[in-house]
């Protein structure tokens, strides 16, 4: 079953603009990862963040987590072309390797 | 380093055939995953090996559905027969000592 739920399923936004993503999940978690996914094309890991993390960047990316709501974001800053995308979540379970992947949100960048 | 290997990239077949797909992992990566992912969607777990012991194969249709990592390194995935509901994508990932995945380009499975 899959345990995240992103939000929203598409977003369609102008270069340039800055696009945010969330996340939702129902049980607790070890790590939450962030990947994208061209058409095509395999999924490619962005970004971790653990349990007891709150915020994390990496280039213009920026993920937050509050574990009291269980849930995450996923902002990308002045986006581009090349962003566009699609975006899941995949949670870790305390004790376990593998990850429940969300539905994912397409992201579209017009240019 | 090489990437993870999958191949075919594409097949085509009728439902009740057999198809098999293979994985060639990072080198050194002791665990090894196969997704299916139905468009639209995302990836769903079918199974994870542990070098050549398979850790979680609770998703995996095991009517239908096998696979092996007879040597710990590459790995197959076998469905037969196909059904129609069978259409996907089927990922194949892999996994060092740290926790990210690193995922192939994937088989697309079309069953008609």
């Known amino acids: 079953s899959q345990q995240g739920e992103e939000d929203p399923q598409a977003l369609s936004i102008q270069e340039g603009e800055n696009a945010t993503m969330n996340c939702s999940y129902k049980t607790s978690i070890n790590n939450l990862q962030w990947y994208r996914q061209n058409s095509g094309r395999g999924l490619v890991h962005l970004i971790l963040?653990?349990?007891?993390?709150r915020e994390k960047h990496s280039g213009r990316l920026r993920v937050t987590l509050d574990t009291s709501k269980k849930s995450s974001s996923l902002l990308i800053t002045a986006s581009r072309a090349a962003d566009t995308a699609s975006y899941f979540c995949?949670?870790?379970?305390?004790?376990?390797?593998?990850?429940?992947f969300g539905q994912g949100t397409r992201l579209t960048i017009n240019p | 380093e090489a990437g993870v290997a999958q191949s075919p990239r594409y097949k085509i077949i009728e439902k009740r055939q057999s198809v098999a797909f293979w994985c060639n992992p990072i080198s050194g990566h002791a665990t090894l995953y196969w997704y299916q992912q139905i468009l639209g969607q995302g990836p769903k777990l079918l199974i994870q090996?542990?070098?050549?012991?398979?850790?979680?194969d609770s998703q995996l249709p095991k009517d239908r559905f096998s696979a092996e990592r007879l040597k710990g390194v590459d790995s197959t995935l076998k469905i037969q027969p196909a059904k129609l509901e069978d259409s996907a994508v089927y990922l194949c990932?892999?996994?060092?000592?740290?926790?990210?995945?690193?995922f192939g380009p994937g088989t697309r499975l079309l069953v008609l």
């Open positions: 990932a892999s996994q060092g000592f740290i926790e990210t995945q690193y």
């Open positions: 963040i653990r349990s007891n993390e």
């Open positions: 995949a949670t870790a379970s305390q004790g376990a390797q593998k990850l429940v």
């Open positions: 090996f542990q070098n050549n012991g398979v850790v979680d």
